[in-house]
């Protein structure tokens, strides 16, 4: 199965050259898949770095000035969050590990750079659960709508509790103990991620993930994802840190070490074979081929990688093709058989089914887990 042929967006961020021959009409498809896919701002950084923004025709720049004022603005406000969660938190004695997009900010790597994100992650040993959750709603979080059934949900068979938003700031957080739930096949080890996790200078109390288990929970986010309304930006964050951490020789032996270790080299083999196939991410030949052990067998290897291809483009229209919408669909079917056994599976889509219509979010709240056998 061949790959399909990049989009506007793929190839502006790919090969900025690109936007150089650009006519008005694909100007203005441009900024709406960028927009679509949350990846305006990395748009923009990434013309701005090529020295091309002065080539933008008027109006497109002033989207990615829009959106470059959105995002700086973004900075000051998450590294304002994250000191009032650090000071919320300050007498739970438990490390907070920032996850995803805020660790990228907060740590200044270049995978922030032009990233949108609407909440703060962290990480917390689950014995700390009850006093970290008890110390935010005293703050002023408070929990998200939830039934009985949901917060059951969220308590027993996820790895995070449920989202609190804070009364004034309306700023939300998903406070994590793993990063898979409990109805994982394959348990992850949340106490080493902890116990291997970098303080932040000048944040006390503050760390990030380690270089690879960054990584490793970037690939397992977006790998074992069924909705894909930013796969395309997790794609990128995928390939952003992989561009930076990989300019250490080490970094490669020690992310096959570590994947090894914490059970997930399936995801790894997924986000380097698609984001070296996809964005031309540099992976050293070596580390391709340490990852094939991990490679699906027999077709189900190329199966997997068309659906990706295919999956992976932005949520618009213009790239909404019914090869796409089928591979979104099977990866959705695929992500719920990994999420949680088949009789808790059939049980809780059902009832979802039965009480509500399911919304577009709903892929995205259900729990993340690995299967036995699924590709």
């Avoid at 004022?69 to 969660?85: G, H, K």
């Avoid at 080299?265 to 031309?280: F, N």
């Amino acid at each position: 199965m061949s790959l399909p042929a990049p989009t506007l967006l793929q190839a502006a961020l790919t090969d900025p050259q690109t936007v150089t021959r650009c006519l008005p009409a694909q100007w203005d498809l441009l900024v709406r898949q960028a927009r679509r896919a949350n990846l305006l701002g990395r748009l923009g950084s990434t013309l701005r770095e090529a020295g091309l923004l002065a080539a933008v025709p008027e109006a497109p720049r002033q989207h990615l000035h829009a959106a470059d004022v959105i995002c700086r603005r973004q900075s000051v406000s998450i590294a304002w969050e994250v000191q009032c969660i650090r000071r919320a938190l300050a007498r739970c004695d438990a490390p907070i590990v920032l996850l995803k997009g805020a660790a990228y900010e907060i740590a200044g790597l270049p995978a922030a750079r032009g990233r949108l994100f609407s909440d703060v992650d962290i990480l917390v040993p689950k014995a700390q659960l009850p006093a970290v959750e008890s110390a935010l709603l005293l703050e002023g979080w408070q929990a998200s709508d939830h039934d009985d059934y949901d917060q059951h949900y969220y308590r027993e068979w996820m790895h995070e509790i449920p989202p609190l938003r804070h009364v004034r700031r309306d700023t939300t957080i998903d406070v994590h103990h793993n990063i898979l739930p409990a109805t994982a096949r394959v348990r992850v080890d949340a106490q080493a991620l902890i116990d291997a996790a970098i303080a932040v200078p000048g944040h006390d109390g503050l760390f990030t993930l380690q270089p690879v288990d960054m990584l490793l929970h970037s690939a397992t986010h977006l790998f074992h994802e069924g909705e894909f309304a930013n796969g395309l930006r997790d794609l990128f964050d995928i390939d952003a840190l992989l561009r930076d951490f990989g300019s250490d020789s080490r970094f490669w032996d020690e992310l096959i070490a570590r994947a090894a270790t914490l059970g997930l080299g399936r995801s790894l083999y997924y986000a380097l074979q698609v984001s070296s196939q996809m964005l031309g991410t540099p992976v050293p030949a070596p580390v391709l081929a340490a990852a094939q052990a991990w490679r699906p067998a027999g077709p189900a290897a190329a199966w997997m990688s068309w659906c990706y291809s295919q999956a992976l483009q932005p949520a618009h229209p213009s790239a909404e093709t019914r090869s796409v919408k089928a591979a979104r669909l099977a990866l959705y079917l695929r992500s719920h058989w990994l999420r949680m056994p088949f009789a808790l599976m059939v049980y809780h889509l059902g009832r979802k089914a039965l009480l509500r219509p399911r919304k577009s979010g709903d892929a995205a709240t259900m729990p993340q887990a690995q299967g036995e056998r699924a590709p």
